[in-house]
């Protein structure tokens, strides 16, 4: 079945170096790959969203591609924020469904210090 | 952004009794989600609600299982009788299209 694989936490950076978490995913569809970003005592919010293969998304910094051929889609930020430090998942959309059915990897907490 | 609203936080129960857990959706949005994470594990999709109806559901939306709208109010998911594996944080979402989920800050259910 379909399913996501990323970078186990915690990272723990410094303010103002750099983010990758990875992320590896499984699936015989044509999936939405996303990016959600949770903050202590939140629900998931939406970071980005990329629907095509080679496209890449980003936002506040962060940014990643969709790379058909590795299967992956790694999410890189140039300099990070204590701001940043929240827990990232990897998602995996069923676009081909058209359903919503999302498919979230562990997620990978991240905590910056000042 | 839009803000999907779980009321309340927690909830206690012992094992057996019925549970409601609310939701209270975007306005407009027409598409409603219940996800369940388990602490340390992956969050899980349960099932999906559209037009007054279940559209898909996952192994783990079991028969005790049941959601509903009524009215255009709150989103709900019951769970009668309650197991104690059900102890989980669930998660509300809505959508207006179904790519772009809005979830809510998440119910912990704690099963005694």
């Known amino acids: 079945g379909d399913s996501v694989t990323q970078t186990k936490g915690p990272v723990t950076l410094s303010e103002g170096t750099s983010l990758t978490v990875n992320c590896s995913y499984e699936t015989k569809q044509y999936p939405t790959l996303f990016w959600y970003v949770q903050y202590p005592g939140e629900g998931p919010q939406l970071l980005f969203k990329?629907?095509?293969?080679?496209e890449k998304g980003s936002n506040r910094g962060f940014e990643a591609t969709y790379d058909k051929g590795t299967t992956s889609f790694h999410l890189q930020k140039a300099s990070v924020q204590e701001s940043d430090s929240a827990v990232y998942y990897c998602v995996l959309g069923d676009r081909a469904g058209n359903t919503g059915k999302l498919i979230f990897g562990l997620g990978t907490t991240l905590q910056v210090q000042p | 952004g839009p803000k999907v609203l779980q009321i309340p936080s927690h909830q206690i129960i012992d094992m057996g009794q019925m549970v409601t857990l609310n939701c209270d959706p975007v306005s407009n949005h027409l598409y409603f989600y219940w996800y369940k994470q388990i602490l340390g594990q992956q969050m899980e999709f349960l099932v999906n609600f559209y037009n007054g109806k279940v559209m898909e559901k996952s192994k783990l939306f079991k028969d005790q299982f049941s959601v509903e709208r009524p009215d255009g109010s709150y989103f709900t998911l019951k769970i009668q009788p309650t197991a104690l594996e059900d102890s989980a944080v669930y998660f509300c979402?809505?959508?207006?299209?179904?790519?772009?989920?809005?979830f809510g800050s998440g119910t912990r259910l704690t099963v005694l």
């Open positions: 990329v629907p095509k293969a080679n």
């Open positions: 979402a809505s959508s207006l299209v179904v790519e772009t989920l809005y």
